[in-house]
């Protein structure tokens, strides 16, 4: 599979496709496109792409249990994803390092499973110390570093331990996080990468800096909701979660809808985060507190019952929208890997995408995987 061609297809496709998925959805109170017979013709050039992620196959190595005493206090889901990653990761004797390692689960499993050294970098003092005393309790040789891996001072010893290692791996580092393994973990030119990316959203730029030159040479930029987007699974919340996000978008649109009315002002305007308690109270206690925030004040004429019914008329044309950019979902995620695997490439190493566990354990289950070609 030629993943730079891959990239330039996907970025190719992404641009011409723009206008159905870099678009956030509660600024349109009505259904912003026209020809419906363009959104099924761009699907299917979209479904005509070659997927780069190889589907999972199970491995024995994964199925094969560790002792239930080592395991004790990592949940099933988790569990179960440390043990696909571990198979995944060929038997070595040279240090390993674990990045946003959280307790240690996966170093503690891997120093176990193949016997070597693993050190663990986590920023929360608490859990290094927890997952340190796990590792001494076990007997394993598993140390931990508490370090904020942003940081651009006081690195030294993350390097010096990337110098020392053979593999660096991280299980479900979020956005910047992970991009700065890879950064590092290139520059340090560490033997094997594992890397299961999530949470792409999570990051300090207002847009994505993409890493590889392909990437980098696209005509569009993802924003953080084109991020989120991309990071965004299967739907697992419960029916009252479910039932509160509503009640949220009802009342923040309603009361979008008031604003924009009052000053005559179509362009949408954000309001802070809020306690969901809020949203158990009166709806005009709700706008109270958003016009407050906008430096606008309610009067007695307000019409709450209309203006919650045009709230609830533009959430049914939101949830509209956002099921149609969640068709896209696949192809930006896909895209965001590739230029991840691309610019591993570039930094002298054969890569490769795959799947490392079942999809039901986790939505972020695509594993890159690179080796230096040296
Ligand atoms: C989603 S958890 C993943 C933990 C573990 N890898 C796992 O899969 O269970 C991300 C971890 O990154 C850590 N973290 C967040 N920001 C960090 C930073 N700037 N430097 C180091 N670790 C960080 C968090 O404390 C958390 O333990």
């Given at each position: 599979?030629?993943?730079?061609?891959?990239?330039?297809?996907?970025?190719?496709?992404?641009?011409?496709?723009?206008?159905?998925?870099?678009?956030?959805?509660?600024?349109?109170?009505?259904?912003?496109?026209?020809?419906?017979?363009?959104?099924?013709?761009?699907?299917?050039?979209?479904?005509?792409?070659?997927?780069?992620?190889?589907?999972?196959?199970?491995?024995?190595?994964?199925?094969?249990p560790p002792p239930f005493w080592l395991?004790?206090?990592?949940?099933?889901?988790?569990?179960?994803?440390?043990?696909?990653?571990?198979?995944?990761?060929?038997?070595?004797?040279?240090?390993?390092?674990?990045?946003?390692?959280?307790?240690?689960?996966?170093?503690?499993?891997?120093?176990?499973?193949?016997?070597?050294?693993?050190?663990?970098?986590?920023?929360?003092?608490?859990?290094?110390?927890?997952?340190?005393?796990?590792?001494?309790?076990?007997?394993?040789?598993?140390?931990?570093?508490?370090?904020?891996?942003?940081?651009?001072?006081?690195?030294?010893?993350?390097?010096?331990?990337?110098?020392?290692?053979?593999?660096?791996?991280?299980?479900?580092?979020?956005?910047?996080?992970?991009?700065?393994?890879?950064?590092?973990?290139?520059?340090?030119?560490?033997?094997?990468?594992?890397?299961?990316?999530?949470?792409?959203?999570?990051?300090?730029?207002?847009?994505?800096?993409?890493?590889?030159?392909?990437?980098?040479?696209?005509?569009?930029?993802?924003?953080?909701?084109?991020?989120?987007?991309?990071?965004?699974?299967?739907?697992?919340?419960?029916?009252?979660?479910?039932?509160?996000?509503?009640?949220?978008?009802?009342?923040?649109?309603?009361?979008?809808?008031?604003?924009?009315?009052?000053?005559?002002?179509?362009?949408?305007?954000?309001?802070?985060?809020?306690?969901?308690?809020?949203?158990?109270?009166?709806?005009?206690?709700?706008?109270?507190?958003?016009?407050?925030?906008?430096?606008?004040?309610?009067?007695?004429?307000?019409?709450?019952?209309?203006?919650?019914?045009?709230?609830?008329?533009?959430?049914?044309?939101?949830?509209?929208?956002?099921?149609?950019?969640?068709?896209f979902q696949p192809y930006i995620e896909?895209?965001?890997?590739?230029?991840?695997?691309?610019?591993?490439?570039?930094?002298?190493?054969?890569?490769?995408?795959?799947?490392?566990?079942?999809?039901?354990?986790?939505?972020?289950?695509?594993?890159?995987?690179?080796?230096?070609?040296?």
């Open positions: 599979m030629d993943l730079k061609e891959l990239l330039k297809q996907y970025s190719q496709a992404l641009s011409d496709s723009r206008a159905f998925w870099d678009i956030v959805a509660f600024e349109h109170s009505e259904w912003p496109w026209e020809d419906e017979s363009t959104l099924a013709r761009v699907l299917d050039g979209m479904r005509s792409l070659v997927d780069p992620v190889w589907p999972y196959e199970p491995s024995e190595a994964s199925e094969f395991t004790q206090g990592i949940k099933g889901r988790k569990l179960a994803q440390v043990q696909a990653f571990i198979a995944q990761v060929p038997n070595q004797l040279a240090i390993a390092t674990e990045w946003c390692a959280g307790k240690g689960h996966l170093g503690r499993l891997l120093s176990f499973t193949q016997q070597r050294p693993v050190v663990s970098i986590e920023w929360q003092s608490a859990l290094c110390a927890e997952g340190a005393e796990l590792a001494r309790h076990h007997q394993l040789p598993q140390t931990f570093i508490q370090q904020d891996v942003l940081a651009t001072t006081d690195d030294g010893k993350i390097q010096q331990t990337l110098r020392n290692s053979q593999t660096a791996m991280a299980l479900h580092a979020c956005g910047d996080l992970h991009i700065r393994l890879l950064e590092h973990a290139t520059e340090a030119q560490v033997r094997d990468i594992f890397v299961a990316p999530c949470c792409y959203h999570l990051t300090r730029q207002a847009y994505y800096e993409p890493l590889s030159k392909i990437a980098q040479a696209c005509d569009f930029r993802l924003s953080k909701n084109a991020l989120r987007l991309a990071a965004q699974g299967l739907v697992t919340a419960g029916r009252r979660e479910r039932g509160l996000r509503q009640t949220e978008l009802v009342w923040r649109l309603s009361y979008e809808s008031w604003r924009q009315d009052q000053l005559s002002d179509p362009c949408y305007r954000p309001l802070n985060s809020v306690s969901k308690a809020i949203f158990a109270g009166p709806f005009e206690d709700f706008c109270r507190w958003a016009a407050a925030q906008h430096g606008m004040s309610l009067d007695l004429s307000f019409d709450a019952e209309y203006w919650l019914a045009i709230g609830k008329q533009r959430f049914l044309v939101t949830e509209a929208i956002e099921q149609v950019r969640l068709k896909r895209w965001l890997l590739l230029d991840r695997a691309v610019f591993l490439q570039e930094q002298g190493y054969e890569v490769s995408l795959k799947a490392f566990c079942e999809r039901e354990l986790t939505p972020r289950n695509t594993l890159i995987s690179a080796r230096a070609r040296v």
